[in-house]
Nanobody, 123 residues
Framework: QVQLVESGVGLVQAGGSLRLSCAASGLTFSTYVMCWVRQAPGKEREFAVAIDWSGASTYYADSVKGRFTISRDNAKNTVFLQMSSLKYEDTAIYYC????????????????WGQGTQVTVSS
């Protein structure tokens, strides 16, 4: 059974930093592209960042470029999202997802999803 479990402190002030983790189990982690997708209240899901199988290539949406960094540790089956210079508009539920295509920007292209973790940025 495949599981993706997100974790990380969920409340931070604007301008602050936050690190999210997503621990994977039940799959060969190093063969999956990983991404972080976020959904703000009343808005559609946004593909924020993605990383390829080895970590050599990364994708960043314009809205997070220069502020967010995705990385992975294949030995620990974990993908990380380091967020800095956080803004109020970064408030959302953050989901990690695993898929086979790089770079995939459609939900149906990802095979497995975590349950999501709430990130709230106070202004």
């Amino acid at each position: 059974q495949v599981q993706l479990v997100e974790s990380g402190v969920g409340l931070v002030q604007a301008g602050g930093s936050l690190r999210l983790s997503c621990a994977a189990s039940g799959l060969t982690f190093s063969t999956y592209v990983m991404c972080w997708v976020r959904q703000a209240p009343g808005k559609e899901r946004e593909f924020a960042v993605a990383i390829d199988w080895s970590g050599a290539s990364t994708y960043y949406a314009d809205s997070v470029k220069g502020r967010f960094t995705i990385s992975r540790d294949n030995a620990k089956n974990t993908v990380f999202l380091q967020m800095s210079s956080l803004k109020y508009e970064d408030t959302a539920i953050y989901y990690c997802a695993a898929g086979k295509k790089y770079v995939a920007l459609r939900e149906y292209e990802y095979d497995y999803w975590g349950q999501g973790t709430q990130v709230t940025v106070s202004s």
